[in-house]
C-alpha cells in the first residue's frame, strides 16, 4: 500500500500547502469604540501595516493583532458548549468570519483575502468577555475555537464572499 501512496514522499513543507478547497468571507465587523458593539459591514478596507479600516484596534495599535479572524465552522459548536441554540458572529469581537479553511492552518503563514496579503501571528484566545457574551461557562466554551490574529502586509478592499486561500509562495 505505502509503495503507491503518492503523499509517501511528501514533506511537511508539501503538506502545509494542501488544502481541500477554497474558503470564503462570510462576515465583516468593526467595533468603532471600546466596548462598543461590532458594526455589520458588506466591505471594508484592509490598511497596511495597520489593520480593519473604523476599528479600534486599528487606531491605536500596529503590531501583531491587526485583524481577528474565526471560523464560521466553529459558530455551531460554541453555540452548543454554551448551551444556546444559536450565536451571532457579533458577539465574539472578531473582525471577519471565514469559512470553508482551517484558519488554524493559516496562523504562521501568508494568506489571501481577495486581493489583500495578510499574515497570521497567532491565535485569538478567548478573554473574560466571553462570559458577559455567552453566559456562565462562555470563556470554556470558546477554548480553541477563538480563531486567529493577523497583520495586514498588502491592504485593500475586502467584501462578502472574497475568496480565501493560503498565498502558497509564501508558506511556512
Known amino acids: 500500500m505505502y509503495a503507491t501512496d503518492p503523499l509517501r514522499n511528501s514533506s511537511l513543507r508539501d503538506l502545509l ?3 481541500a478547497h477554497l474558503g470564503r468571507l462570510d462576515w465583516i465587523g468593526v467595533r468603532p469604540a ?25 487606531a491605536r495599535e500596529a503590531g501583531k493583532r491587526q485583524v481577528s479572524l474565526i471560523q ?6 460554541v453555540a452548543a458548549l454554551s448551551g444556546r441554540d444559536r450565536v451571532h458572529p457579533g458577539m465574539f469581537r472578531r473582525n471577519l468570519v471565514v469559512s470553508g479553511i482551517n484558519l488554524l492552518a493559516l496562523r504562521s503563514t501568508r494568506f489571501r483575502i481577495g486581493d489583500t496579503l495578510l499574515e497570521g501571528t497567532g491565535t485569538c484566545d478567548p ?5 458577559l457574551a455567552l453566559g456562565h461557562g462562555g470563556y470554556n466554551a470558546m477554548r480553541g475555537h477563538g480563531g486567529i490574529v493577523a497583520r495586514v502586509i498588502a491592504g485593500g478592499r475586502i467584501a462578502l464572499g472574497d475568496e480565501v486561500d493560503l498565498a502558497v509562495s509564501d508558506a511556512v
Do not use: F, N, W
Request: contains cysteine; proline residues 5%.
Open 34 to 58: 471600546r466596548g462598543a458593539p461590532l458594526i455589520e459591514l458588506r466591505e471594508v478596507m484592509l490598511l497596511t501595516q495597520y489593520g480593519v479600516e473604523g476599528d479600534i484596534a486599528t
Open 72 to 77: 464560521a465552522e466553529h459558530l455551531p459548536v
Open 127 to 131: 478573554c473574560s468577555k466571553m462570559e
Open 17 to 19: 500547502t494542501r488544502r
